[in-house]
Every structure is written in structure tokens, then in C-alpha cells.
């Protein structure tokens, strides 16, 4: 994907297998663990059997340095439609980062997969990302009825959706 002429350090590139090391790491910390439990991608294992083009995941960098993740799945051209998710570190957020990285997301969802929408699932509670979300044009499509996360707590998650 291009570079943004508004972050000129932010940067989206393939992942790779070298960066499953980050997955690991990030799934060590109880910041960023507790909202991957419903948002992580499949795994490498999974990938194998599953067709490329249902799957695009990228790493999120500024300068250079992993920050987070990115990623389209359960992509569906005959509906049109796919399942977005980001992950990014506690220092890289409130910066506007996280929208300017969906928007470059849900762009190349429509130009170049040519996709019509987008959806996610975010937790009830987690406001900010909310507010990301709406940022770049999803709203409020559905409230699922609430459930237990790996993390002990019980909330709604809610379906946010884009139409392209």
C-alpha cells in the first residue's frame, strides 16, 4: 500500500513469517491481550488451508517499527463483503493513527478487492475504538447480546459496518 502524504512514517507492508514473533509478543501482554481473544487472525496453521484471497493481513509501522496489525478476512466477493481487524500497541494510539490505517484499509478494500462493505466486532467498552471506527465511516449496525471473553469480563460486542 502507499505511503499517507499526512504520516509520512506510517507504513503498511505484508506480514511475513518473521513477524509471527510480534503475534507472540503481543499475545504476552495483558494490554493488548485481552481485545485479540475476538479480534485475531487466523493462524499460520489455518492460513494453509485457507484460499490467499479470503485472507490479507498487514503489519503496521511507524518509522520502521511494528506498532500492530491490520487485516481483511473472511473476504467474500461473491456478497462483496469482509471482516476487518486491527491490533495496535497502547503507545501508537489517540494519535489519529488508528483511523488514518483503516481508512487506507477499507480504500484498498474497494479499489482494489472491490468490495462493497466492510464489517467488525468491537466490545461495548472499548469507546475509543468506537469513536476510530465512526472516524472512518462505519456506524453502529447491530448490538450482539452479551457474552463472557477469555478475560473474565461480560459485555455486548457490537457489529460496526461500512458500506464502500
Request: aromatic content about 12%.
Amino acid at each position: 500500500m502507499e505511503a499517507s502524504t499526512r504520516t509520512e512514517e506510517l507504513t503498511l507492508r505484508s506480514f511475513s513469517l518473521g513477524d509471527h514473533q510480534y503475534w507472540q509478543d503481543w499475545e504476552q501482554r495483558e494490554d493488548l491481550y485481552r481485545y485479540m481473544n475476538h479480534t485475531k487472525p487466523m493462524s499460520w496453521d489455518e492460513q494453509r488451508n485457507y484460499p490467499a484471497d479470503n485472507c490479507l493481513l498487514w503489519m503496521i509501522e511507524i518509522n520502521g517499527q511494528p506498532v500492530g496489525a491490520v487485516w481483511l478476512e473472511e473476504i467474500d466477493k461473491q456478497h462483496s463483503r469482509a471482516k476487518l481487524g486491527i491490533l495496535l500497541e497502547a503507545g501508537s494510539r489517540e494519535k489519529g493513527l488508528g483511523t488514518e490505517v483503516v481508512l487506507r484499509v477499507c480504500n484498498y478494500a474497494l479499489y482494489q478487492v472491490k468490495l462493497g462493505l466492510v464489517y467488525l466486532f468491537v466490545r461495548e467498552t472499548n469507546q475509543r475504538a468506537i469513536r476510530c471506527f465512526q472516524k472512518a465511516g462505519f456506524y453502529i449496525d447491530e448490538v450482539l447480546a452479551p457474552r463472557r471473553f477469555a478475560d473474565g469480563s461480560y459485555q455486548h460486542l457490537v457489529k460496526m459496518v461500512r458500506n464502500m
